[in-house]
């Protein structure tokens, strides 16, 4: 307000300069100052005008909590963004954090995400026999006895599905990477891995290149290992596909 209104002259008013506003009919001397300014993690939502104070939101990927915008929780392995019917209604956004959710049975996740929810297992076509069930972290693998008997490869994916969910024996795990995996590598003429990098994705990615005749040892390492329970969980689903398919024979030791 330039001026106030007179007996003879009206209140004098003149437009807000640059980076100044005022959002309502006022009496103010001078215009407010846009003082919101957009800081780390950050943008500008509605841009500063003669009649609104600048707007900020957090950035894509981050929330606000208490001022501060945090970044997306992600789903871990096994979980998923919580879903509502088909369309997911808990992604994160700029003012709510992700929700996750376990994935439920017949679904798996084998993600690090803020976006991804769940998938549903595949369904085996016909004449094909689920040789991997399925968990809330791999999906189901089809296939045949026949395939685990002669392909290395099916073979391969068929172990490594049972080391996709996070274990508790650690020791027991750097036993077996000790024992076998380190002397694989080190007749293979690799290099050792990373210290960082913890025993069960050493063993996964030693499973990606072992040979077939090491794939076929794998319960028995297990035994030697000490890691009884998941060596029986194999050898129980090898029977169990055996079982299934009469002419075909699965040796384990």
Known sequence: ???HCTATTDTKCLPCRANHYTALWNYLPRCLYCNNICTRNQEVEIQCSATNNRVCRCKQGYYMKDDFCISHSQCGPGHGVQTKGLCPSFTGTSKQDTVCEKCADGFFSRSTSALDVCVKHQECADGQ???FTGSVYHDALCGSCEDLASDSETLRKFLSAYFEEPRRHNGKMKRFVATFVRESRRKSGLTF????????ERIKAWLANAPAEQLRLVPQMLRNSTLTSLADK???RL???MNQSPNCSLISP
Do not use: C, S
């Open 193 to 200: 891995f990373q210290k960082k990098v913890g025993p069960l």
């Open 239 to 241: 029977h169990d596909i």
């Open 129 to 131: 026999l689920p040789l």
């Open 234 to 236: 194999i050898d129980r």
């Open 1 to 3: 307000m330039a001026a």
